[in-house]
Structures are given as structure tokens and as C-alpha cells.
């Protein structure tokens, strides 16, 4: 059976990170839900652009998940950040041990949740509202323990490639699949 992931979707998300996100994660075998923090499905980005989610939160919340992954995009991460029930599911994930990440902005989440201990990255400008954790500026993506931050908008490939191998075990055949080595 494969893995589930829970990608919450909040207004002002940024759109390239999510869609990529789930994108990168069901390629890999991942099973994604995506989750609209209100009623509403149709969730509006950034950019203006509406991405659909699968469920509200509040009729998923009580799934069993292997990883939470939070897009970034100031607005969105504000608004996950204000909703109670995303610090509590990372909190319990967190310390279930279950993978959380998060990519640009929403590291401030994770913070906000109390679980960003070792180092992390972010989008930067962003770190010093994060809470906790030693920022490292040079990294594209930070792996510490069960939690994966990374950059922004450009790393979000790479990002979720981290996902799916802490997951599965493996991304080198996905990699390859999106022609990684080309820019590498």
C-alpha cells in the first residue's frame, strides 16, 4: 500500500510549488490528498490561479498520514499558520515521527508548530521569522531528522524528489524521468 501525504491548500499559495509537489509526489507512487482549509474546494493561488482539492480539511483530518508537505507563498503560509488544526497536525505528526516538510515560505509554520529544531532552510528573508532551528543559506533543500525545508519556487523539484526518496527509499529512476541531470 502506498504512502499517504497530506498537501494542505491555503489562499495565496504559491502555485508552482504545490502543483509540483503533488505532481512529483504521484509520480513517485505517493497516494496525495490535497485539503482546502475551508469548505470551498477551489482554492486561489498567488498568481490568481484556482487549483482544486481533493477534500476540506476538516473531512480528512482524522486520516492517518505518512507526511504532511506545506507549499510556500507568503499569503498561503499566513493562512496555514492562522489555522489551528495544521499546527496541531504537525505537531502530532512531528512527534509520531511521520515526515513533515515544508518549501519558501511556510518553514514559518513548522516553527509556529514548534518542530523546526536543527537546521533548515528557506526562502530567504524569511528565516528570521522562523522559530527555532539553525538557517543554513547555502542549501537548496535540508534534511534533519523527519523534517525537509527547502528555498522556493526554483528547488521545488528538488524538494519533492526528497520527499519521495525519504518515503520510498529511492528517487534516482523519478529523477531521471524529469530529465534532473540536465541541470545538475
Request: a negative charge; charged letters at 25%.
Amino acid at each position: 500500500m502506498s504512502k499517504k501525504v497530506l498537501v494542505p491548500l491555503a489562499e495565496g499559495v504559491e502555485e508552482v510549488e504545490a502543483v509540483t509537489i503533488i505532481d512529483v509526489l504521484r509520480r513517485g507512487g505517493l497516494e496525495v490528498i490535497t485539503a482546502s482549509l475551508t469548505d470551498n474546494l477551489e482554492v486561489k493561488g498567488a498568481h490568481n490561479i484556482i487549483i482544486k482539492a481533493d477534500a476540506s480539511l476538516e473531512k480528512i483530518m482524522n486520516y492517518d498520514f505518512d507526511a504532511i508537505a506545506l507549499a510556500g507563498g507568503y499569503g498561503g503560509m499566513n493562512n496555514l499558520k492562522a489555522d489551528i488544526r495544521v499546527i496541531e497536525k504537525i505537531r502530532t505528526m512531528y512527534e509520531d515521527k511521520k515526515l513533515v516538510a515544508a518549501i519558501c515560505a511556510s518553514p514559518i509554520v513548522l516553527g509556529e508548530a514548534g518542530v523546526i529544531k536543527g537546521k533548515y532552510t528557506c526562502y530567504p528573508s524569511c528565516e528570521s521569522a522562523v522559530k527555532g532551528g539553525e538557517y543554513v543559506e547555502k542549501d537548496i533543500v535540508v534534511c534533519n531528522d523527519n523534517v525537509i525545508t527547502s528555498k522556493g519556487p526554483a528547488t521545488t523539484v528538488f524538494f519533492a524528489l526528497e520527499l519521495v526518496k525519504y518515503l520510498t527509499g529511492s528517487n534516482e529512476e523519478l529523477a531521471n524521468a524529469l530529465l534532473v541531470n540536465l541541470i545538475k
